[in-house]
């Protein structure tokens, strides 16, 4: 089986690039905003957008990604449909605040028995949780947590 790199996920409006480097994540950005405004006519929002750091130097300064003329911030995490990407040394999510799966759970607790609840659970829930985390090389607390 042979591995190709994944360098972008794309849900609906929603885009995360992935790069090996800040010189390549930019190449691509400039990419897309010259595809997105010609073919498209589309427009990047610079304010909603945010760089995650991965690998060994995740901690570093380094030069910032910019986005039509506005250099976009570093975070040590942001949220991709209801997941948080995180910095770190090896790719890493953060599913500790499923906010929407928690709200869901009170609002139907006591009104169903353990059996219908669990039903719903894995029905609904849990393919929210691991929306394209079978493309990801997680780690065991990954799939522990969930």
Request: charge should be positive; glycine fraction near 4%.
């Amino acid at each position: 089986m042979h591995w190709r790199p994944i360098s972008r996920v794309c849900h609906a409006d929603d885009l995360v690039l992935m790069s090996a480097s800040l010189t390549v994540l930019q190449k691509m950005m400039d990419i897309c905003v010259l595809e997105a405004t010609e073919e498209l006519d589309m427009t990047f929002n610079a304010i909603k957008s945010s760089v995650v750091r991965v690998g060994k130097r995740h901690k570093s300064d380094c030069k910032p990604v910019n986005v039509c003329g506005v250099d976009v911030p570093y975070q040590l995490s942001t949220r991709y449909l209801g997941v948080y990407l995180c910095a770190a040394k090896q790719f890493k999510m953060n599913v500790s605040q499923p906010r929407a799966v928690n709200l869901l759970l009170s609002r139907i607790k006591g009104k169903f028995d353990d059996i219908v609840l669990l039903h719903l659970t894995k029905t609904f829930c849990l393919p929210l949780l691991l929306y394209g985390s079978e493309c990801l090389d997680c780690s065991r607390n990954y799939d522990d947590i969930v």
